[in-house]
């Protein structure tokens, strides 16, 4: 009965461990548990068959192995949220640098660099004359010419939610 008391005792032990070590060290101070009840079961043999023993060794097997997959699961499904989001977060990012390129293509234009010849240093065309109207108000605020912020109210349209059947497609074969 000692021996039994001192293998219990080292169950006792790893079960502790358990619940402080990470994932890796669990797993093995899992089956290091089982073990040690294996062994206890094999020396309490005139107490409990050798069939019993199995089938408790193939529950707890079972066991462990949904509890794995289980976690398996819910990493994976983590994963793939950050992935979504990360691919979401790319989109924006890309639509973006497309907009600012399409900005820095009309900057370079002749027509814009008129304008803002105009507007903002007031210079005119040699072969042109410039009126003066007396008694429009301007607004300082407001420029005749385009703003600086052509393209700052403009958002992306949301990505069109894919159907069950492409989700399904997509997690079999990829993108």
Same mark, same amino acid.
């Given at each position: 009965m000692g021996l039994l008391r001192e293998r219990v005792d080292? %169950? %006792? !032990?790893?079960? !502790?461990? !358990?619940?402080?070590?990470n994932s890796s060290q669990r797993r093995s101070a899992i089956w290091r548990i089982v073990f040690v009840i294996v062994r206890v079961n094999i020396d309490m043999l005139g107490a409990v068959s050798r069939e019993f023993m199995l089938k408790a060794l193939l529950i707890g097997?079972?066991?462990f192995a949904v509890y794995s997959n289980i976690n398996l699961? %819910?990493?994976n499904h983590k994963l793939g949220q950050i992935l979504r989001e990360k691919k979401t977060q790319t989109a924006q990012q890309d639509f973006n640098n497309e907009k600012l390129k399409l900005l820095?293509? &009309? &900057?370079?234009t002749p027509s814009f660099q008129e304008v803002e010849a105009r507007r903002r240093l007031g210079l005119k065309k040699p072969d042109e004359t410039v009126y003066v109207v007396k008694g429009l108000t301007m607004d300082t605020n407001q420029s005749p010419g385009l703003?600086?912020?052509l393209y700052n109210d403009i958002q992306p349209a949301p990505p069109t939610a894919k159907t069950n059947i492409q989700l399904w497609w997509q997690y079999f074969f990829g993108e």
């Open positions: 080292v %169950v %006792v !032990t790893d079960a !502790t461990v !358990t619940s402080r070590a097997l079972f066991i699961i %819910v990493r820095i293509s &009309y &900057y370079q703003s600086d912020n």
